[in-house]
Nanobody, 120 residues
Framework: QVQLVESGGGLVQPGGSLRLSCAAS????????MGWYRQAQGKERELVAT???????NYADSVKGRFTISRDSAKNTMYLQMNSLKPEDTAVYSC??????????????WGQGTQVTVSS
């Protein structure tokens, strides 16, 4: 059974920083692209950033220059460093990963989400 577990969310003031983590567990053969998505209340889920197994990154225009995605392949963990946070960054942040697990077909997995609230 493959699981993704996010951590690091919370309440932060505008201009502050948070670091999210997403840890994959289970009998994993290989993790391909990983990504962070967010969904604000009343809005559709949107892509925040992705990172390939080779380390290539992609960011939504709204977070470029403020957020940094990274991964530690040895730990099957992905991170999102969020700086200069704005109230409009408030959302539930979820991680997604394209994983080939031992004994299973390659597929997309989602974490349960972690709340990030930016407010004074």
């Amino acid at each position: 059974q493959v699981q993704l577990v996010e951590s690091g969310g919370g309440l932060v003031q505008p201009g502050g920083s948070l670091r999210l983590s997403c840890a994959a567990s289970g009998i994993i053969f290989y993790i391909y692209t990983m990504g962070w998505y967010r969904q604000a209340q009343g809005k559709e889920r949107e892509l925040v950033a992705t990172i390939t197994s080779g380390g290539s990154t992609n960011y939504a225009d709204s977070v470029k220059g403020r957020f940094t995605i990274s991964r530690d392949s040895a730990k099957n963990t992905m991170y999102l460093q969020m700086n200069s946070l704005k109230p409009e960054d408030t959302a539930v942040y979820s991680c997604n990963a394209d994983i080939r697990a031992v004994g299973r077909d390659r597929g997309a997995y989602w974490g349960q989400g972690t709340q990030v609230t930016v407010s004074s």
